[in-house]
């Protein structure tokens, strides 16, 4: 793996068989679920990633609990470097107990609000006590499902202080949030890239910027190449990414690579052109596949994607787009990928 | 409730709350999560539904399963007597175990595809002992995530074996099945109402129709007008409807009535108009607002609208489609709903 | 109409027969089509809107052309005057030659860009001779088809440079930037409202806001109340609207209230909450049915709604909002819009 | 191309620059428009298609009409023959007349009706004359835009009786109807694959099939490969396709193989698994690229796509599916595509 560009990862939890509204008690024999030690040792004698990514842990019970937090950081740290891995994001979470199902740093209760910045600057102290220089912030559950359910001038508020707030607490620590169009609201608060930056601007702190899931781009009507190129160009605020696919009509978290060829092709030519050096983490469901070949195969196939754009080179490719000529761009890929 | 057109019924499951793929562990305190006689005593007193639709359940221990079963069907029955409710719908749950995540009727595991006959002959012998005239086939788990995944000939096929073995079992007994687009898996097999009734006309039984999901066809581009007018043309195949409401984008289950206006009350239009006279079950998930209140909400809009179309009745409704005029229509509505 | 709130307008173009890329010559007898002083009078009798909106004519023959332009500018005026008509707005046409085809101010060919800038010069110009505050950009034909074709990067920045061109030429006359997701490009360059307002910052220009068409959004998977409130909150950069109506899934500008109705109510609501007190424009498509009539009965829809708002006030509104509930707020549309 | 499986065909028409709502005038320089004759030997000595599909030309005045008719119908066989072209599909035009505006086969006026049979039944004969075994049904304008527009019973049956009609007015000629969701209608009525098998088990002639244009499919929620089993499965009733592509959100009529990769490739799997043998035209608009080499280039990616099939064999690509494994199909495509 030395000559990658990239590093890769993934979110930890990934290796575990996942649930949803219909088959509750998990897509898989519920006796192989693992915890964080088990999984790591998975990872790491895996070693198709470089790093990993975490749930924040907030309690004190790390047994039953799959993430990293006060109570477990230096085994976690220990276990993670036997194998070489970074811990490259910890991700508070931000939709798993009913008390934030309407919301968090969004929500109407003053008392959740504060709660949830605390659960965050408490998650930014391990970041920095592990070496881990970032974390995530997916607030799933702000949003809303009904007309006039939320006011939306003061959720707007909430949000830039909030985050601000949060951004001080340690401006070394990079916090990234991260757009979905919905689901598991009706419409979510953080939805696109671009209505993620305008509340950054607002937010006004160096430190705060964009996880670009792409399979939420990719059902939200976004195209990669152009939000990447839009958080890059808006000063380098793409800040971590999450890698896997769908159809285009929801979010389906399938394999990376699955779906689509051409498109996340010129994905990898966007972040080389805009210089993107962070990590691209898998997070995927695995809800009828093997979870550890899912991982594997989606970093196979950006390996591969990558070595495609370098190896082409980005002057060829930025001449396809120069010449403004796409029947040149379509006939270049049909004899790359299929031959003369 | 006496001068309903229609009888109102609701999933009984409907009353606790659910969860889902990222609030794993339910939106609502684990402890107010009640069992099947609570919930029936729940929805007696209430008393704004006529009928019950419940999950099958085929083992002996009824106590922490949310349904009718061998095990307690005479409990169920007597409770609901006391009640006076219907039992209008059993349905096998064919999406809940994690063997079934690949398939059921559709299976390419012939024992999974006998299992399910089974499990679903066993409903209808459990239907017929407590005169529930109906079983609901929802089949969330058959379909396909990703390209070259089934041989579709052959799931084609096995389902009309299947689902005429299911038929010939008890002749006496209705068969619903329900399409949705998508979710959980990318595409379903039993996906728009069309397709079932061609699937049907393979099947070629006369006590095999459609459950319309109403939610599944907006979001799956279908007009609610249209596919009963089909359903009900085609020997009255409108077996049962499920009622929920949504944006057009996913089954987000939420309360009936609390987006769409003008659509239902077409659909109460066709609905009277074609004859159909079977029940229309609440089917919601009440993720962020309380249960009980969201299915009577739900009713409430139910009466509401099909009150509204018995007091202008069909003949006017039918003079503005006889009209083709759409701009009398919308003038109608915006005096009917706003005032002149 | 003394008593409105809003004043209502109408682009002249709508009382005309469209046409589609299937009935290229027209939905209506050809010899039907009227002239712009014919539109103007039909307009000033029917007396249902108080404003008009007009494409630039920048050429010297006025005969064909539907606008206004330097050639007819005062005759223009005079005809409105006649009616009490107000020119609300002027769009210069940047679709409408096939050589803008591949885009205008993102165009990659810098003598498009600078026609496209000296175009929109000239419409200011006539905007402010005749006492027309506000110029649209609705620019179609910007954006892209296919993977790899432009350059995201140099498309933000020409379009910054030229709409900031703009802004200087004439800072009394307002500039709005209309957003759309799609159509006719795979994937427009102004494509939400978000977006557009990223971009003005960019752009720095106190006179440059947004037009928001609300069907462009209905279908964009964005909220209306919403992108309001953020337009609004952006130093009130609201700066006009198209009213049409659809059903989510593409932009097919209906009748204004044929197809929503809590939803456009909710809009109504937050239009008056952030002191909108700009035009809305009426701006469809009447393939099939009567163009007057079709303009008529959106802005009787448009009162309507209004009235609704006022009537029920502002005051109960929030508090269906401030209450959280949305069980509270469909039964409260439930009782006014169908009766208790 | 002597080599090749499949007839590749194209509407002559595609060779010429589209028009659309916006851009009337057309795509391109209006005198480069070219008639007829000029598009024949255009194709002829393009020399990369063996079929042409043309609309049916019903009146007197040939040099003006794009389209074989009674007028010009030696003349086009003639042309035609020069060049080793088989004239493959002749269809009405159901759209092109505003007339039309509200339907054809399912218009609530009986004069259209029969003017549409009538139509259609001459576009017959001249097939018949001119040894075209095709005729293609491609109804634009039969559907619904607005609540309570049309009489979804009476429409239904007036399709039955009045195809019926046609089927029999020649069964040596194949009828086929091509599905499509929406535009330019909100709702079409010939809209989904299985809703239109439905429709002609009700027609029930031998001769009646369906026209599958695989960018209707993909952005109305179908799979290629399962709608072509399906129409398959059906009597072998797949009797025309019209190939191009997007991005599943709306008929953008791109150059095909541009966009999708393996969802293509699957397709034409499914093609020689079901024993499909004719015609596959090329159907798209070449708004911004040269009209004969998106064609050319659309073309060439079928060639590839089929070799590719073909080379790997249905065996290698029946036991992927087999398999039941997609990380087993998502790593052979990776490493055909972009190597090991």
């Known amino acids: ?32 679920q693992r915890g964080v030690f088990e999984l790591i040792e998975l990872a790491g004698k895996q070693g198709v990633v470089e790093g990993l990514e975490m749930p924040f842990q907030p309690g004190e019970d790390a047994g039953t609990w799959i993430g990293v937090g006060p109570s477990n950081k230096k ?28 919301g968090t740093f969004g929500s109407a209760d003053p008392a959740i609000r504060r709660q949830t910045i605390d659960l965050c600057k408490r998650a930014m102290d391990v970041a920095a006590e ?11 559950q702000d949003g809303f499902d009904y007309y006039f359910e939320v006011d939306h001038r003061k959720v707007w508020d909430w949000w830039v202080d909030g985050i601000r707030e949060l951004a001080d607490h340690n401006p070394a620590i990079r916090i990234g949030l991260e757009p979905k169009p ?12 671009p209505k993620t930056l305008l509340l950054i601007d607002d937010i006004d702190r160096k ?10 781009s990719l059902y939200g009507l976004e195209n990669l190449a152009e939000v990447i190129s839009i958080a890059q160009g808006h000063d380098n605020r793409l800040f971590h990414m999450h890698m896997n696919d769908n159809y285009r009509a929801s979010d389906l978290d399938m394999v990376f690579g699955s779906v689509h060829t051409i498109e996340h092709i010129e994905m990898f030519y966007w972040l080389r052109r805009t210089g ?15 979870p550890a070949e899912s991982i594997a195969e989606g970093v196979r196939w950006m390996e591969a994607m990558d070595r495609f754009v370098e190896e082409v080179g980005l002057d060829t490719l930025g001449k396809l787009i120069e010449s403004g000529d796409p029947l040149q761009t379509t006939r270049f890929f049909r004899e790359k990928l299929l031959g003369g």
Not at 75 to 102: H, N, T
Not at 131 to 139: L, Q, R, S, T, V
Not at 182 to 193: D, H, K, L, Q, W
Request: charged residues 25%; aromatic residues 16%; contains cysteine.
């Open 182 to 193: 919905n689901e598991p609201r009706a419409y979510s608060f953080i939805s696109t890239v």
């Open 276 to 290: 993107f050096d962070k990590f691209m983490s898998i997070d995927l469901f695995a809800y009828r596949t093997d």
């Open 75 to 102: 085994e976690v740290k220990a276990a993670m470097d036997e194998y070489g891995l970074q811990l490259c994001s910890i991700f508070p979470i931000l939709w798993g107990d009913w008390r934030q199902a309407k």
């Open 207 to 216: 430190n705060v910027g964009v996880c670009l899931d792409i399979g939420h």
């Open 130 to 140: 592990v070496d881990c220089p970032y974390i995530g912030i997916w607030p799933g």
């Open 1 to 32: 793996m030395s000559e990658r560009k990239y590093k890769y990862s993934v979110i930890l939890t990934n290796y575990n068989k996942p649930s949803d509204r219909f088959l509750t008690a998990g897509y898989g024999d519920p006796s192989e």
